[in-house]
Antibody
Framework: QVQLQQWGAGLLVPSETLSLTCAVS????????WNWIRQPPGKGLEWIGE???????NYNPSLKSRVALLVDTSQNQVFLRLRSVTAADTAVYYC????????????WGQGTLVTVSS | DIQMTQFPSSLSASVGDRVTITCRAS??????LGWFQQKPGKAPERLIY???NLQSGVPSRFSGSESGTEFTLTISSLQPEDVATYYC?????????FGGGTKVEI
């Protein structure tokens, strides 16, 4: 049974870079796209982007200028970097798995709350 | 971007009631739609994929259907453990987009 374990800094000041890790256990990175989704407090879900094991990415145009997704196949980990954060980036961030040629988000990480405040 | 209009935004029903939630896509998305349940403080969980396929382990009181660009999630007999917020997701085109959510209360 695959597990997605997330971690990263939970409190940032404006202009800093958000950095989160999603570690995959019980399965391989290969054969999937690894997605990031966020949810501001009390609000809905927003898709951020995805990456596969080869480093091929797709990003939401609304965040594309500030976001970078990375992958480390040796560690079975994927990473989210979001630069120049503001209070509007305060949210719970989730990683989720999308199997190739199947339907998305059959497994999710536990979520990481990131608060941006001065 | 494909807009997913979800309604109602909230509803209150009684145990045993039939509950229906709808998502309308701004353009055709074939059956590239999923439904997710999110309980407070938890990550979303997939209930339905490909518009009408029940995720393994999900109770059979949940079902999905489609008619053109309109997609429906039905709970045939609402149970206390179904209190949650429900979201639809289209994955027909990038960027992926979610409906605004429906909060279900008893």
């Amino acid at each position: 049974q695959v597990q997605l374990q997330q971690w990263g800094a939970g409190l940032l000041v404006p202009s800093e870079t958000l950095s989160l890790t999603c570690a995959v256990s019980g399965g391989s990175l290969s054969g999937y796209y690894w997605n990031w989704i966020r949810q501001p407090p009390g609000k809905g879900l927003e898709w951020i982007g995805e990456i596969n094991q080869s480093g091929i990415t797709n990003y939401n145009p609304s965040l594309k200028s500030r976001v970078a997704l990375l992958v480390d196949t040796s560690q079975n980990q994927v990473f989210l970097r979001l630069r120049s954060v503001t209070a509007a980036d305060t949210a719970v961030y989730y990683c989720a798995r999308w199997p190739l040629r199947e339907d998305p988000f059959d497994s999710w990480g536990q979520g990481t709350l990131v608060t941006v405040s001065s | 971007d494909i807009q997913m209009t979800q309604f109602p935004s909230s509803l209150s029903a009684s145990v045993g009631d039939r509950v229906t939630i709808t998502c309308r896509a701004s353009q055709g998305i074939r059956n590239d739609l999923g439904w997710f349940q999110q309980k407070p403080g938890k990550a979303p969980e997939r209930l339905i994929y490909a518009a009408s396929n029940l995720q393994s382990g999900v109770p059979s009181r949940f079902s999905g259907s489609e008619s053109g660009t309109e997609f429906t999630l039905t709970i045939s007999s609402l149970q206390p453990e179904d209190v949650a917020t429900y979201y639809c997701l289209q994955h027909h085109a990038y960027p992926l987009t979610f409906g605004g959510g429906t909060k279900v209360e008893i």
